[in-house]
């Protein structure tokens, strides 16, 4: 397992949300897939993870992710974890909101092909009653945030 492939595939990942690309977004996961989004939503398999992002896409405009990974794990000599942090700037704002930070879990999976992403999960980073810890990351993430 070469940790540079499941990095890469998760920035790939986030370049195609970024770019508003659906099907390329979409094509990164095994057929059955999963996306667990930020508020919980559920999506199952590549078709629903594309016909979903594609019609948020067309009526909302999103958020594009800044992102650091924390560290990728072996689990297997076919599957890998990546856990990453993750900020999102409002569409027409140059800063970040900090009630969008999150924590990002992948589990990717090695198929003939390459790497897929077996699962994608966004949690928020909410750091109840944890003031200092939001304001840490925000201001982590705050550094990636190319300039205006």
Not at 21 to 50: H, K, M, N, P, Y
Not at 61 to 83: I, K
């Amino acid at each position: 397992m070469n940790e540079t492939e499941i990095r890469g595939l998760y920035q790939s990942i986030i370049d195609r949300w970024n770019a508003r690309d659906a099907a390329g977004f979409a094509a990164l996961f095994t057929e059955e897939g999963q996306c667990v989004g930020f508020d919980g939503s559920e999506l199952d398999g590549r078709r629903e993870i594309d016909a979903s992002l594609t019609a948020i896409f067309a009526h909302h405009p999103t958020a594009p992710y800044v992102t650091s990974v924390r560290w990728v794990r072996v689990l297997g000599a076919d599957v890998a974890l990546l856990r990453a942090v993750a900020g999102m700037i409002p569409p027409g704002q140059s800063d970040l909101n900090p009630a969008l930070n999150a924590i990002q879990t992948l589990v990717a999976v090695r198929h003939d092909t390459g790497w897929a992403a077996a699962l994608l999960q966004n949690t928020p980073a909410a750091f109840h009653g944890r003031p200092d810890a939001s304001a840490a990351l925000t201001n982590e993430l705050r550094a990636l945030v190319p300039p205006a």
